[in-house]
């Protein structure tokens, strides 16, 4: 489906423009200005709309239509094919079609769009039984962040009675699927193994895991044929506010401040349209601004402007449930996790090479990569993939426009962040070492080691 601005979305913009554009930026010369981007309809593809709605794309020259896709390969195969320039991406996405996990093309991303806005749900019925296994507080409240080891004798009992336990992930090389797989993982379950003959991830698996889009995540579950799912916003305040399932835990205590989706270009488009390329970058770096600016006080007229149907079509007061600076796990159980979406604080939009890296660990981790790979591999890859040197020119050029400051980027990053422990089990990540990582984890691949048919060797 296509769309354009509305006459009042239009003045909206020009409004917003004569307070924010200074009259002496400069427009770069981008060599195409007319272009289709892509995206799923889920809380984390703001950037876009708000780039769009408010005519942050029309400042650089930029004719942009936006198209909302079925699915994320629907989604993947419009951009290698052309029919879209770029898209809304999960961040595996570009590093799995580089390096030849599923379908094959170089894909880079100038821009991360946002930190954290996942959640775990489970059924009501799962929620009851977990309930018993999970500590409460003077208030009678379940204490958080809850491990998936109250998960683990309700997946026992289910496994005895001869039922499998079936959970959803939007997937194969989403966030979700990894943020889900270490949460099994840290609880003591095992979710599955990949291998070049068995691309189920249902290797070995205690918990099976499939993919479900993150739409129909609420009526699956709803229907029984999963117990539980991971998903973006607002996919799980959705199963609260219809009453049929409980979100146990978000991203953001599995990992504090994790890297979730990208904007995708394939490098083809980025040789042949290198102006082009900066400027999409630096209309989205100013959506990014706008959503987390002045303590998130846009975040209102932004849950208005996602729940239309052109872009998430969701309820608003579901939009808002998560992106207003609170989280509602059981019914009534309203908390404050201000964080939850993040846009551009805490260098959100910044592609850290050390965030592709640790997407690879997790590719390699469950058998998507198959064989052991030195961590020159992991640096090269995340090189290929993420590249800093688009953004910093977007950067430099808002800089020079009076739309930012030095100090809101971080110029002289070597594309990794400092050591992280900021995970539910307490394990530290460093980009610089993803084999090292690897070798800390019980439950997964590492060193040498394969997935021959149904067993791990080496």
Not at 153 to 168: C, Q, S
Not at 287 to 315: F, Q, T
Not at 334 to 340: A, L, M, S
Request: proline residues 7%; glycine residues 8%.
């Amino acid at each position: 489906m296509m769309f354009g601005k509305g006459a009042t979305a239009l003045l909206a913009a020009t409004s917003c423009l004569a307070l924010a554009a200074p009259v002496s930026a400069e427009m770069l010369d981008v060599e195409k200005d007319e272009l289709t981007f892509g995206f799923i309809k889920l809380t984390d593809m703001a950037p876009l709309a708000v780039a769009y709605e408010l005519g942050y794309f029309e400042d650089e020259g930029l004719f942009v239509t936006l198209e909302p896709q079925a699915n994320w390969k629907v989604l993947l195969d419009g951009v290698i094919d052309g029919q879209l320039d770029g898209a809304h991406m999960l961040a595996g996405q570009p590093l799995a079609a580089t390096i030849g996990f599923g379908t094959e093309a170089h894909i880079i991303t100038p821009f991360s769009m946002d930190l954290n806005g996942n959640g775990i749900t489970v059924s009501n019925a799962v929620w009851a039984e977990m309930k018993k296994n999970i500590p409460h507080d003077a208030d009678g409240k379940p204490v958080h962040p809850i491990s998936a080891a109250a998960l683990k004798p309700v997946v026992e009992t289910y496994r005895a009675e001869g039922k499998p336990f079936n959970m959803g992930m939007v997937f194969p090389v989403s966030t979700h699927n990894y943020e889900l797989r270490y949460w099994l993982a840290a609880g003591g379950l095992k979710p599955g193994f990949y291998s070049p003959e068995n691309v189920t991830g249902q290797i070995d698996a205690e918990v099976l895991l499939s993919v479900t889009p993150p739409p129909q995540m609420p009526a699956t579950l709803e229907a029984g044929t999963i117990y539980g799912y991971c998903v973006g916003e607002p996919w799980n305040q959705a199963a609260v506010f219809k009453g049929i399932g409980v979100p146990v835990i978000t991203d953001y205590e599995i990992w504090k401040n994790n890297p979730e989706k990208v904007f995708g270009i394939t490098a083809a488009f980025a040789e042949e349209y290198p102006n082009t390329a900066i400027a999409v970058t630096k209309a989205l770096i100013r959506a990014a601004m706008w959503l987390d600016a002045n303590d998130n006080a846009n975040r209102a007229e932004a849950v208005e402007m996602l729940s239309r149907p052109e872009y998430v079509g969701a309820d608003a007061e579901v939009i808002a449930a998560s992106m207003t600076g609170t989280f509602e796990y059981e019914k009534g159980d309203v908390r404050e996790v201000p964080d939850f979406n993040v846009f551009f604080r805490h260098d959100a939009t910044y592609p850290f090479y050390s965030d592709a890296v640790w997407y690879l660990t997790q590719m390699r981790r469950w058998g998507q990569i198959a064989e052991a790979r030195p961590d020159s591999w992991y640096a090269d890859v995340a090189a290929k993939v993420y590249r800093p040197d688009i953004y910093l020119e977007a950067a430099k050029s808002l800089i020079d426009d009076g739309l930012a400051a030095e100090t809101d980027f971080p110029m002289d990053s070597d594309g990794y962040k400092p050591a992280q422990s900021a995970f539910i089990d307490g394990v530290t990540y460093d980009g610089r070492a993803p084999n090292a990582y690897l070798d800390a984890f019980p439950i997964g691949l590492k060193g040498d080691q394969k997935v021959v048919g149904a067993a791990v060797e080496g």
